[in-house]
């Protein structure tokens, strides 16, 4: 499996962006799916995951209330929908998938634990 992301780009503080975490072979039902980000000089970190549980979603205190991950399974699209967003969230951000039975609630916050990875789609915040 090999996602791929998109939706990057330059925007204001305040303003919105939403990503997608794309693969052909996605079908989002038996996919775990997590965001992360990695800022220059910094170690990468963990947004926001989706299990294949649904409705079951998490978000780093960081971006809770402010960014939203949903699927579409039609689509075979995950989405990482991004609002009043701020120079701290400024970095590349990666999608990274591990399969996972449906139903299943797990998620996590460690790189280590998704073996599929996209390379990732850059997100500058300044004004």
């Known amino acids: 499996l090999q996602p791929v992301e998109s939706g990057g780009a330059l925007v204001q503080p305040g303003e919105s962006l939403t990503l997608s975490c794309e693969a052909s072979?996605?079908?989002?039902?038996?996919?775990?799916v997590a965001w992360f980000r990695q800022a220059p000089g910094k170690d990468r970190e963990w947004v926001s995951c989706i299990s294949t549980n649904p409705g079951s979603t998490q978000h780093a205190d960081s971006v809770k209330g402010r960014f939203t991950i949903s699927r579409s399974k039609p689509k075979h699209i995950v989405y990482l929908l991004m609002t009043s967003l701020q120079p701290d969230d400024t970095g590349v951000y990666f999608c990274?998938?591990?399969?996972?039975?449906?139903?299943?609630?797990?998620?996590?916050?460690?790189?280590?634990?998704?073996?599929?990875w996209g390379r990732g789609t850059q997100v500058t915040v300044s004004s």
């Open positions: 072979q996605f079908n989002v039902d038996v996919y775990a």
């Open positions: 990274a998938a591990k399969w996972r039975p449906y139903g299943s609630d797990w998620c996590s916050l460690a790189p280590a634990d998704f073996p599929s």
